[in-house]
């Protein structure tokens, strides 16, 4: 797999160049050992930890149906491990044989390269997420999974795989900063975003709350889907922004369905359940100093992602002004003589009550 990009001169190897152009390569290869790993009885039980999903649990439905159910644990990290490698992969080649030729021929600037690419990799990863989302949503009915506030200390096998590309994909974000060679003043923006998405996504796959982090997810990842979509649109035509005014009002509408959300599931919900009490052996975290916490960090992200919208409508709409055009003014219609100017002229005196050449012909004469 040659994900490198052509140059003129071969960096060094193991330099820092050289990592960055073959990165996608290097990372291919240590995936291959894993997956290498499957092919000999000796080194088959470690390359599982790294490739399936781990913790499995049978639980009979009844007597001729069995369900395989799947709790966490510290060996999900080496499987996190294995498809952030993986998520490296995929974004390499949506890269080099997706972005980079459309940039080669809209011949973008240096800021409109970085954000074209910066969207063109989240909205792919984003209809990925929704329309994944979307198919476990469809296979348990959604109004459960929306008032189910019941501990879950189990899950599904598509719910827990999902979990864990999502947290192997904001994983991934972080070396890519490096391989992508982010500008300084782009890299705490980023590093704020991705440590709010692993910060969530990890907590609610750890307290159990998989199935109200699930509905809230599918909800942000068509919301953002929106956005970058608006926004590759408007980098190839800027007079198409309708796609960023849809996107505003569904963003607010967004944040109070995942405030509200949050607030039946987590405050009325789980304060009414059944199982009250901090059990770690059984998975059951439904303890008044959590669920304050889980609510207390939902309402300050929804909060600080408010505050960024109004920032940038508010840079947006001065940006808008800003390149409004200004008429012209109208160019003046030239006076015509009046009939005593063109009489005094033919006289042989002009308007200013010079001689006109007409006199002066004739004294000269």
């Known amino acids: ?26 990372v291919s290869c240590v995936a291959m050992v894993f997956l290498l790993g499957l092919m ?5 039980k470690v390359a599982v930890l790294f490739i399936t ?25 080496a499987t ?32 409109k390269h970085s954000k ?10 984003y209809l990925f997420s929704f329309g994944w989302g979307t198919s476990i949503l469809m296979s348990v009915c959604a109004f459960k999974l929306c008032l189910c506030v019941s501990r879950c200390p189990v899950c599904r096998f598509q719910m827990k795989f999902y979990f864990i590309s999502q947290m192997g994909y904001w994983l991934h974000a972080l070396p890519e900063i490096y391989f992508q060679k982010t500008k300084k003043e782009d890299i705490p923006r980023q590093l704020v975003y991705i440590s709010l ?58 944040r109070l369905l995942t405030l509200s959300l949050s607030v039946l599931t987590v405050g009325f919900g789980l304060s009414n359940a059944d199982q009250q009490g901090l059990d770690l052996a059984n998975g059951n975290f439904n303890v008044l100093i959590v669920r304050i916490t ?21 840079r947006r709409w001065r940006e808008q002004a800003q390149v409004q055009p200004v008429k012209p003014k109208k160019p003046q219609a030239p006076k015509t003589k009046s009939k005593k100017d063109k009489a005094n002229g033919v006289n042989g005196v002009s308007s200013n009550g010079a001689d006109s050449p007409r006199a002066k012909k004739e004294k000269s004469s």
């Open 1 to 26: 797999m040659g994900f490198r990009k052509k140059t003129n001169k071969n960096p060094p190897v193991l330099s820092h160049e050289f990592i960055i152009q073959n990165h996608a390569d290097i």
């Open 40 to 44: 000999f009885e000796v080194t088959s």
């Open 53 to 77: 999903v781990q913790y499995n649990v049978t639980i009979s439905a009844n007597e001729e149906s069995v369900v395989n159910h799947f709790h966490h644990g510290l060996k999900d990290l």
């Open 80 to 111: 996190v491990f294995f498809y952030m490698l993986v998520a490296i992969i995929i974004h390499a080649i949506i890269q080099e044989y997706v972005l980079d030729k459309i940039n080669r021929k809209m011949h973008f600037s240096k800021t």
């Open 116 to 125: 074209f690419n910066e969207s063109g990799q989240l909205s792919a990863f």
């Open 197 to 254: 998405y692993l910060v969530h996504i990890a907590g609610a796959y750890i307290l159990n709350l998989n199935r109200l982090a699930l509905v809230l997810l599918v909800l942000h990842c068509f919301v953002e889907l929106l956005f970058h979509v608006s926004r590759l649109v408007y980098f190839s035509n800027e007079k198409r922004q309708t796609g960023f005014s849809i996107w505003a009002v569904l963003f607010v509408l967004g």
């Open 294 to 314: 889980v609510l207390a960090t939902i309402c300050v992200t929804q909060a600080f992602m408010m505050w960024k919208f109004i920032n940038f409508q508010l």
